[in-house]
């Protein structure tokens, strides 16, 4: 069984469209994050959420909106995509916050090519 | 804004070579975790430390974090291909958040 998936793995798309990313975790964890790494390799955080409530906003464009149904799932949603958007996205689930005991676990990505 | 830089940015080394992998910052970090990543896939954590002047091994690999808590190190004895990967520090800032600061992450190869 996998902890952290997400769908869909890869995602080509036009500028101008809107796009979501789905995430689902299994580890009973009560915080979920969506990081962006890009092209250079480096993680970024984007949005956290704890039992559902939103904890985390960094600045991103508010083209960007998470969504958290309960605390096993959170989405992306993205609209109006532009060239910049093209990533990889990863969801992230921890017990407790991330840092000291929390271990982050990681999906395994979801490619977003915005053509 | 905290940052965290790691150095080298990239290696590529033989079988057998010992290697050392840097984190610094200016900044204080309540924890420091170390991730590995391989194409494909997520991160994947390796260790966290949490105490200044903690060193901590795993088999081949030893961790350590500064005595101020600004940096780390990772040190492979004799890699092995299997070490190959991207490696990551991760600093929790203190008052954690959960917010964890990425380094720019290093890359690994490791050639038989």
């Known amino acids: 069984d996998t902890a952290v998936s997400q769908t869909p793995k890869y995602l080509v798309t036009q500028m101008g469209n809107d796009k979501s990313i789905k995430c689902e975790q299994n580890l009973g964890h009560d915080t979920m994050y969506w990081y962006k790494q890009d092209s250079k390799k480096f993680l970024k955080i984007m949005f956290s959420y704890n039992n559902k409530e939103l904890i985390i906003n960094e600045t991103v464009p508010n083209r960007f909106s998470p969504k958290s149904p309960d605390k096993a799932h959170l989405n992306l949603h993205i609209n109006s995509l532009e060239l910049g958007d093209s990533a990889v996205y990863f969801c992230a689930s921890s017990q407790g916050l991330a840092g000291d005991t929390g271990e982050l676990f990681f999906g395994e990505g979801s490619r977003l090519t915005v053509l | ?112």
């Open chain 2, 1 to 112: 804004t905290q940052l965290l830089e790691q150095s080298p940015q990239f290696l590529s080394i033989q079988e057998g070579e010992n290697l050392t992998v840097y984190c610094n910052s200016s900044s204080v970090f309540s924890s420091l975790q170390w991730y590995r990543q391989e194409p494909g896939e997520g991160p994947v954590l390796l260790v966290t430390v949490v105490t200044g002047g903690e060193v901590k091994k795993l088999k081949r690999l030893t961790f350590q974090f500064g005595d101020a808590r600004k940096d780390s190190s990772l040190h492979i004895t004799a890699a092995q291909p299997g070490d190959t990967g991207l490696y990551l520090c991760a600093g929790a800032s203190p008052g954690n958040t959960g917010k964890l600061i990425f380094g720019q992450g290093t890359t690994l190869q490791v050639k038989p």
